[in-house]
Each structure stands twice: as C-alpha cells, then as structure tokens.
C-alpha cells in the first residue's frame, strides 16, 4: 500500500524557470511532510518540511504548499539551477501524541533535471 | 563535522556472510533511524531507537535483521545469512525528540550482495 506517491518519475526544467514537484497521499493521519533532495551515492539531504496547520512554507528558492483536502502537497523551486538537479523525495509522517513524531514514508522520488 | 555518519560506505560480500553496519548520529539527538533503499524506491523504514530503547520495527525486519543502539549513542545493523535481495542501500537517520519530524541522513551503505 503506497501511502506516499510521487505520480512523475521525472521532471524537466529550463534554467531560470519554475519547477514544481508533486506528492500525494493517502492516510489522513500524516501531519508532518518534508522534501529532501537526493545525490546519487549520498544520503537524502532535508530541504522544507510543511506541518499540517499551514498551507505553506517558503525558504529562499523553495516554497512547499499543502492541500489537506485534497491530501496534495506540492515543492516549488523558483528560480531552477542546474545544481538543483537531483532526485526529490516527499516524505510524511504522523504525530503520535505531544511532539512525537516517529518513521518517515517516503515517495518514489522525481528526478528533476534543469537544463542551462 | 557534526553530521550523521555511517562506516562502512561500501560493502560487497557473499550470499550467506554475516554483515555489520555502524551509524554515529548527530550528538545531541536522541532518536535514530533505520531505513533501506533499493534502486527506483524511496527509502523504507526499518527501525528506529528513542535513546537505548528500540520503539518500532517494520514488517520488512526479517528475523536475519538485527539493530542495536546500546548506549544511546552508535547503532549497529546487523544482517545474518545475506541473501541476494538484501543488496541495497542503507540509510541511517537521527533527529531530536521535540524538534518536529525532521530526520537528517547519513550518507548511506552500499551493500552488494553476490
């Protein structure tokens, strides 16, 4: 059971231009989503985390927007680098009572390629 | 550097071996992670420990997989009898318990299983 899907195995961007990344999910009990970015044969690197009283939440380049009804939830890059080309994870996970947040589920990850 | 690190990076061994993978978190974070990920995938979760305690396992923990993070600092995975399907990348994880969900990862083991 795919709780966390990433429905585009790739996505391809001109230098300059907006890249937007999408996520869905399934279990209304995520409160909690993040976007880490991903080299190969390095670790996830954490880039903006969204909780679930927001709608958005923006740092620099990125801008994460959260739909709960529709259980959506979306990464924003403005203005795309070619550095930022990388594998893009969306990844949820549920409270479980105060601030205790416990595993992560993670997407399948878009590859995003920006072309200078 | 104070970031999560995981010894050794890459691991090739035989079917049937006996594998030790060690993951140092992020010094004042109490909570540490096991994930595994395999070509195509996101990561998938594995185990995580709240200090000494182990709090969860997976289904995927198969009885040949065993963590350990006995002083609550390091943790061990272990992986008895590898199996060809075992081959995949092994992510370690830690956060701080009231900081939120945020996880910061290790830069992996690549385990090749022949």
């Known amino acids: 059971d795919q709780q966390v899907k990433q429905n585009s195995p790739s996505l391809s961007v001109q230098e300059g231009r907006i890249s937007i990344l999408n996520c869905d999910y399934t279990n209304s009990m995520f409160d909690y989503f993040l976007w880490y970015k991903k080299y190969p044969a390095e670790g996830p690197t954490f880039l903006i985390s969204i909780s679930s009283i927001k709608d958005k939440n923006e740092d620099g380049r990125f801008t994460v927007f959260l739909n709960k009804s529709a259980k959506h939830l979306s990464l924003h890059i403005v203005p795309s680098q070619p550095g930022d080309s990388a594998v893009y994870f969306c990844a949820a996970s549920a409270n479980a009572g105060g601030t205790s947040y416990g595993k992560l589920t993670f997407g399948q990850g878009t590859i995003l390629t920006v072309h200078p | 550097d104070t970031g999560v690190s995981q010894d050794p990076r890459h691991k090739i061994t035989k079917r049937g071996q006996n594998v030790t993978f060690r993951c140092d978190p992020i010094s004042e974070h109490n909570r540490l992670y096991w994930y595994r990920q395999t070509l195509g995938q996101g990561p998938e979760f594995l185990t995580y420990?709240?200090?000494?305690?182990?709090?969860?396992k997976s289904r995927l923990l198969s009885d040949r997989f065993s963590a350990e993070r006995p002083k609550g600092s390091f943790s061990t995975l272990e992986i008895q009898r590898t199996e060809q399907g075992d081959s995949a990348m092994y992510l370690c994880?830690?956060?701080?318990?009231?900081?939120?969900?945020?996880?910061?990862f290790g830069p992996g083991t690549r385990l090749l299983v022949l």
């Open positions: 994880a830690s956060s701080f318990l009231g900081a939120a969900g945020t996880q910061y």
């Open positions: 420990f709240q200090n000494e305690a182990q709090l969860e």
